[in-house]
């Protein structure tokens, strides 16, 4: 997709919705000794979630599986919408358009396997980290450089405000002048 392309489609978002495992972590699964999940998260796709709230667009979660670990770091990051334990993610993709009043155009979606492709293939603007499978790789509107779990949210994040030309705004907002 061209970057005219991608600015006219990212005019018109809403919302970045994003899958979990493999996005915004690594993909590994970690158990603790009670059998408790584990989730690493990478502080730089906070700080992108939170920028992309900053200039008026809802973030939310799309995920297969529950985690507390998830419950918490959505809780943290002050989330507009987490959908857990949803491995079907066409039919929750569109209870969550219905919830939401939104259409699939108005939102962008970053997934990494081939669950995910039901939603990037419907969705405005489609995003993978870069370790994303093939499947996947071939069928998105973009691929970040950075892989899943280490700043491949906060990447789509920039290019997605830069894209509307929200990221001269959101900079000199939070960078004190001299």
Do not use: N
């Amino acid at each position: 997709m061209s970057d005219e392309a991608l600015a006219g489609r990212a005019q018109a978002l809403e919302w970045i919705l994003l899958d979990v495992d493999g996005v915004l972590t690594d993909g590994r699964l970690i158990f603790g000794p009670e059998g408790e999940q584990w989730k690493v998260f990478d502080v730089r796709d906070g700080a992108g979630i939170k920028i992309a709230q900053r200039a008026g667009l809802k973030v939310g979660i799309l995920s297969g599986r529950i985690s507390e670990a998830l419950r918490v770091r959505a809780g943290e990051l002050a989330l507009d919408a987490l959908i857990m334990d949803r491995p079907h993610k066409d039919p929750a993709f569109d209870e969550f358009l219905a919830a939401h009043q939104t259409t699939a155009d108005k939102v962008a979606y970053m997934g990494d396997d081939i669950l995910d492709l039901p939603v990037l293939l419907r969705c405005g603007l489609s995003f993978a980290p870069s370790d994303a499978v093939a499947e996947v790789r071939e069928r998105v509107h973009r691929i970040v450089t950075h892989r899943g779990g280490r700043g491949a949210v906060r990447e789509m994040c920039e290019i997605l405000l830069r894209a509307r030309g929200d990221w001269e705004r959101i900079l000199s907002d939070l960078i004190p002048s001299t």
